[in-house]
Structures are given as C-alpha cells and as structure tokens.
C-alpha cells in the first residue's frame, strides 16, 4: 500500500516536470537563434510609442540593411513587467544586445553599480555628442566621470492638466503657486466639481504628485540633495511639503485606488474633475487617444511652483556587458542618439528630443514649448520613475505613500521615509 | 472474511522481504531505470530550488547585486515588524475564512438544489460550473468593472440607495489595533470574496454533488421510515455524511486561497492603505520591482509553510486512513 502511494506521486510529478521540460527546451531554441541578432529590448508597446520604436528601426535598417534587428518589447504599463524580465536575463548572464532604461539611479544605482554595462565614452566622443546634450542630462547617465548609456527622449513630469472649459466656466486662472491652486480648488469643490483627478491603483501615480510637491516646496537643489543625504527628510521643508500634499490629497476624487493614470486623466478630459498632475505623456494620451486639442479643450501648467524647473524622465539605451555583437550596439546607438533618430522617434511618441540640436518644426505646440524650458530650466531627476533613487528605494517610498494617502499620517509618513532613506547612499 | 485478508498480507510482506535479500530483479531495476530521471529533477527543480528560496531569504541579497552573506533571521524579523505584510497577513486570514466558509455554504446548498431530479440537470450542473474554466486574471478583470464605484452595478444599485465603494473601500469592520496595522475585516476584501466565490463555487458543487450521489437511497428511506422530515434529513443524515467531501474542499480551497495572486493582481492591486494586499503581491512587487530578493524570497517561504500547515496533516491523515 504504502508503495504504491509512493509511485503515484512519483508518477504525478514526473508529469509535472516533463509538461514544464518541453517549455524550457523551446526556449533554449530562441535564444540560440537571437544571439547574432540585434535585440532591441523595451516596453514600448503602446499606441505613438509603438510607432516610434518602428520608425526608429527602419531608419537604423535604411542604414546598416546587412544587420538583423529583433524588436524584443514585452508589454506593461511604465514597464513593470519589462524590468522583471530584464532583471532575471542580466542575472542569468543571458543580456539583450541593448535595453531600455530610465536615466539616472535607475541606471547608475541599478545595472552600473552591479558591473553589467560598457561604458561608452569614445561612442560619446566619436559622435561629438558631449555639447550636444545638456551637462545635466550626461551627469543623469554617468557614474564616476564614465558615460553609460544614449537618451533618447525627454518626457517632463512636473505638469498640471487642467480642463480649460471648466476654468473659463468658473473665471479661474491655471494656479502657478499652492495658494492659487487651494483657492482654485475651494472654489470648484464648493460647485460640486472634483478639483484634482487621481489615479492611484498603481501607487506611482500618488508618489508622481508628491514629488512634484517636494519640488515646489523645496527647489531644485534642495530637492536633489534629499537623494544623497544632504538634506534629511525631517527636515522642516520637507515637512512644509508633506503638510501641503495632505490639504491637496483633501481634493481628490473618491474612487482614486480604482483608477490609473489614464482613468484620471479621463475625468479631466469628460470634464468630471478640473486638474491632473501627470507626466507629459498624458499629453499623447488627451490627443491621441481621447481626441482633445491642446490648448483648447484642456491647457498645460507647470505644477505649482515648479515654473524653470523641470523633472526629466529620460529613456536611455545603453551597451551590456557580454553581448557578442557589441559594434553593431554601438551602430544603433549612434542612431539612436542622432537629431536624425531623436526627430524620427520623438513626435510619434509624444516626448521631446534630448539633444538640444533637433528640428523644433517637427514637434506641436506642446513640444515646442517644452523645448524651450527644457533649456533654460534647472534639471530635477524623477523619484517616481526611478531616475533620483534606486527601485529599492522607490517601493519602499510608494509603500509609504500608498499608507499615507488613506492614513493621512504626517508624523509616521516621515519616519517612513526616514527609515527607507537609510539605504540611500 | 478477516482472517483471509490478514494471512494475504503477510504473504506480501514476507515475499518483499525476500526478494530483499536477493539481487534486484530485471524488474525491478526497469522500474527504478524509469523513475530515476523523474526523482531527479524533482529532487534539483523542487526541492532544491525550495532549499535554495531558503537559503536565499537568510541571506543580504537585497538589491541587483547578489550577497549571499549569512543575514540570519533578519529578513523574517522585517517582514513581521512590517506594516504592510502584517496587513497581508490579515488579508490572507479574513479572505480565506470568508472564501471558504462561503464556498461551503453555497457549494452544499446549490448541490443539494441540483440533486432534486430536476429537470435539465446537467445543464445547471455546466452553469454552475463553466466560471472554473476561466483563468483568475479574466475573473479579476470583469470583476474590478462589474464592482467599480462609479460604474459597475453601483449605476444600478444607487437607484435604490445602496451604493457601495466596493474594493475601494478603506473601512476595516470590527477593526482593532494589533501590532502596526488594524485587525479585522477590510469591507474592500469582500469585492475580491465575491469575485472568487463566483468562480470556485462551481468546484464545490461538483464535489458535493459527488458525494450526495454515493449516498444510497437505503439511508434517506430509513430516515423517512422513522418520521424524519426532508430538512431533518438533510441536516442530521446527509451533510454529516458529507464531512470527507468539506474536509477535501477546505484543503483544495485553502491551497487556492493562501498562494492567491493573480486574480488580486488583476482586479485590485495591493489597494488603499493595502487592504486587498495578499503576500503573493508583495512577495512578486519586493522580488522584482524592489529588488528585495532576500525579503521576497522569506516571504515565499512563509506562504510555503502556511501552505504545508494545511496540506501536511491531510497528507498523514489520508495515508494513515489507506493504511489501516
């Protein structure tokens, strides 16, 4: 009796393994065949986006038509399903020929500090691209004086939405300071209009608006220093800031944890809420996908006491340690980081290029303006998407403020961050 | 009888013993031949990789670099000073009482209903049971609109005033400080409840069904000759003879519920203030968005030994009930 129960189970998991076995050795197959190809890894699939990458391979194909490119996306919002895979093929020795990643801590504190990456000075040099980008944005790929990786785009993340027909409905003009924007707020919420969308099912979005408070509050160069410990976060400001989301937080709509960020900026767009502080890709989202027009049906501000300051979210390509094809790599890049390879990628997916050389024609209203502030503007680095801090550090931040939205909690809220800061280096 | 099947075993027994002491037979070594490669990849993809998840989470390995120092307890010591996996854990406790009492309840009731000898039986026996053939994401996704506060059935239910917020709802019931967090029941895990009631019940039935099917006519007709009324007969006769089938529900149920992830993931996310948080979500959010592979990899370990709290008894209890 006692064997045969044994022999059972043995069978069944013999089953098992051999169902699991014939997936694992297709997967071999595809790997041995992408190795000489030139995997371009991202998570851009959605709509612009989409259509940007395409662009941008057929110019590299026009180019170079002897190297096989793949197009290896894996789908998911701000690419949270992109970097779990990445993750487990850079540990496995098994990286893509090159891979999508934000500029910044994300970057520097991620794959640097963990020895997978060339660095890419003399690619830098060769192409004369030194005083093309701004110092800024070089400093935001670069550790330790090496350059590791080619931006590609710009998105800005300090921006207010705001449905122009319910403001010129209410005589209200778009708030530039926190006083304004309160006063704005009291006003529609009294009209039975919820004054500021958000969308925090996926709890980015939350931590997104607080960041932009922190540099309002704080300024760019107080605001960079809280991410290498020169400015504590029980600092009286950040303090000031934290006081400051909590009234905003007072104007939010109800159903905030069941929405995302397109849900939010959908009530600004029917015209159910007034604001929305989401990055510039929003933008594509209102044009493209809802149909608006910039300027007319809804206008664009930076968030309150962020005007010359700018939070940058880059996407960079960079080369991986232990690719085969490293000079085709560096082909691409070269592309990539090109005014000809900015301006095919940029206006189709909704941002605006990182050289400051690029064709200002090619890009709407919007991009024209963002353009311009993008040169004069002092460069903040983004904590919600990973550029100001490592991703260590940015769950525990979201952890915190997913609590904070519904606790409302000032006190623990900053010890919170306190203690998650103790990581930073 | 008995003593026929007494002298049989010992005959069994005293041949094994025998061949024992010989050289393997031809058989025998087939057998072996056979399941060797199976016992081995068990040994290396199960449970060396289980050993391996256990080494891991006494390890620093918490960010892309690995570090396979000795952290002791440490990680386990953070994970229950937590807020956030302390909230998991009440989650986990009131989603699978809730779940599963509910699943029994409606699984029982709905069997007994079908066992009537109604009409086009086997066409609410498929109803009842085509929601287990959809995967937990679909459940996950049709449910988060079905229950969104401002769309969903709440466009329905506001007509006669009873508009929920559903799994948006931050309001714990009978909520009491313990620890960092507040016990008791989240109102928003309710939404995640019902959304896994739709699907499993099914299973349940089909269980119950079984079972109410291998009780023979002689028992109801014995009750009814000793003046047992229908109800009577069902609550003392029939669903105390269906405690095996409970017992197998819990158990599949409980497995179910304890690892739950993808329907969570689907529908909800970890919600406001973590109130529909599973440890299944953390565990993959601290994993590979955090890079806390040590952190993610305790929490793994814990859902393993909850797990095994449930499965392991059963395993001795249904071995030791073959063996006598």
Redesign the interface.
Known sequence: ??KS?W?SI??I??LV??A??SSSSSGDGGDKKGSDKLEIFSWWTGAGEEDGLKALIKLFEDKYPDVPIENAAVAGGAG?NA??VL?SR??GNDPPATFQVHGGAELNE??V???KMETLNDLYEKEGWNDKFPKDLIDLVSKDGNIYSVPVNIHRGNVLWYNKKIFEENGLEAPTTFEAFFEAAEKLKAKGITPLALG????WTATHLFETVLLGKLGAEDYSKLWTGGLSFDDAKVKDAVETYKKMLGYIN?????RNWQDASQLVAKGEAAMNVMGDWAKGYFVNDLKLKVNEDFGYVPTPETEGQFMVITDTFGLPKGVNNADDVKKFLAVLGSVEGQDAFNPLKGSIPARIDADVTKYDQYGKDTIEDFKEAKLAASLAHGSAA???F???VN?AV??F???KDANQFVDSLKSAATELK | MEPVIIKKTKTVKSSIKTTKKRMLSSDQLLAIGFLLPSILLIAVFVYGFISWTGYVSLSNWNSLVPDFSFAGLKNYVFLFSDFRFQADLRNTVVFTVLFIGTIIIFGQFLAVLLDQKIRAESLFRNIFFFPMALSFVVTGVVWQWLLNPSTGVNLFLSKIGLESMWYTDTNILAGFKWGKIEFGVPVAITAVVIAAVWQMTGFAVAMYLAGLRGIPDEVREAARMDGATEFQIYRKVIIPLLRPITVSVVIIMAHISLKIFDLIYAMTGPGANFVTDVPGVYMFEATFRGNYYANGAAIAVIMLVSVAVFIVPYLIFSRRKAES
């Open positions: 009796m006692k129960i022999v043995v069978l998991f013999s393994l051999s699991c076995s949270t970097k779990a993750a850079m540990q991620g794959w500090a963990a020895d925090d099912k996926e709890p109800e159903d905030h944890s069941s490592s991703e260590g940015l769950t525990k952890q997913n609590i939205v519904t606790q």
